[in-house]
Each structure stands twice: as structure tokens, then as C-alpha cells.
């Protein structure tokens, strides 16, 4: 068993066990899970799966795509299960109905659900060992600070600027800036 049929398998067994519990009956829902990178939150709230809604699937499939950090059944089912009441419900913005089916299902909590871990618990492992991803720096600011002290006037100019053209003159008082430290 590969990682998508394993998504597969959790999404197949949620889904009907949503459904069920949140007395859902509209059409079938059709969603395609996989292991790829969700949009960057921050370190201090990482998205660990993101949906993209079926008006942006060419194929009008929603789309779950779950990070390669994760490699526990459980943090994976805690990332994707939220994900697949958007799809079940079909309020991909998360208004009401979502937050509502939410509190129903009591995935509101940092621990699954009884109805969740039986689900997850029947399934084998995620076949999966997690990545760590490389950090990517932050860019640095390329322009230096320059000022009219008379004036208290800043303006920021390129390194190439400063020194292919000189230091830029106030418009206020027609003196040179000075570089900034």
C-alpha cells in the first residue's frame, strides 16, 4: 500500500462515517488526496494539509494535499479530517455549515474523536517516513537608508544607485542625503 491509496482508504472510510454522523445525503463526494506542499503558514502555525476546492480542479475533484512532515496515521487523519468535512458539506469557504458539522463531529479538539480513532486505528500504518524540509532564509533588505537631516526626510536607495549616481538631494531643502547606519 502506497501513500495515496492509504489517503485514499482514510478519505473512503471518513467520508461515509461523516456523512453518516452529521446525517449528510447529498452527492457523492468526489476528492483526491496525495502527499505534496500546502501554501507556508509560519513556524508558529504550520499548515499540515490544504484543500483546494473543486472550482480550481480541472477535473472538478476536490484536492487534499497533505505535508511530507508528517508521518504518524494520527497527525495525518487529526490534518486531513477537517479538511474532508469541508468536502462532505461543501462549504469550502468555512462558514456555518462546516463549523457546525466541526462541533457535531468533535473534531474541534487536539484529539480525535472515538468514531475518528476506530477508523484510523483499523488502518495500517501511513507508509510513509517524514522529510524535514530545509529552511528557507528570509529575504534581507537590499536597499540602504539615506536621510536629509535638516528635513528629518528618509528615502531608501540601491547599493548600485549610491554608487553609480551619487546620493540622491532632498526634494525639500535641495541639500545631499547622507547614508544612514
Not at 13 to 26: G, K, L, M, P
Not at 32 to 48: D, E, I, M, W
Request: proline share 7%; aromatic share 6%; with cysteine.
Amino acid at each position: 500500500m502506497n501513500r495515496e491509496t492509504w489517503l485514499k482508504e482514510l478519505a473512503n472510510n471518513a467520508i461515509s462515517a461523516i456523512a453518516q454522523r452529521i446525517q449528510y445525503t447529498e452527492e457523492e463526494t468526489a476528492v483526491k488526496l496525495s502527499c505534496g506542499f500546502p501554501a507556508k503558514q509560519g513556524k508558529r502555525n504550520p499548515v499540515h494539509a490544504s484543500l483546494v476546492p473543486p472550482t480550481n480542479s480541472e477535473e472538478f475533484y476536490a484536492e487534499i494535499f497533505v505535508t511530507p512532515e508528517l508521518s504518524a496515521k494520527r497527525e495525518v487523519s487529526r490534518a486531513v479530517l477537517p479538511l474532508l468535512v469541508a468536502v462532505v458539506t461543501g462549504d469550502y469557504r468555512k462558514h456555518d455549515a462546516y463549523r457546525n458539522a466541526i462541533r457535531a463531529l468533535g473534531l474541534n479538539g487536539s484529539e480525535l474523536p472515538t468514531w475518528a480513532r476506530e477508523i484510523v486505528d483499523n488502518l495500517p500504518a501511513y507508509p510513509h517516513a517524514s522529510l524535514t524540509l530545509p529552511e528557507v532564509k528570509k529575504q534581507t533588505t537590499r536597499l540602504l537608508k539615506v536621510e536629509c537631516v535638516p528635513c528629518n526626510y528618509i528615502a531608501r536607495v540601491s547599493r548600485a544607485t549610491l554608487d553609480r549616481l551619487g546620493t540622491p538631494v532632498c526634494p525639500a531643502c535641495r541639500q545631499s542625503f547622507t547614508e544612514a547606519n
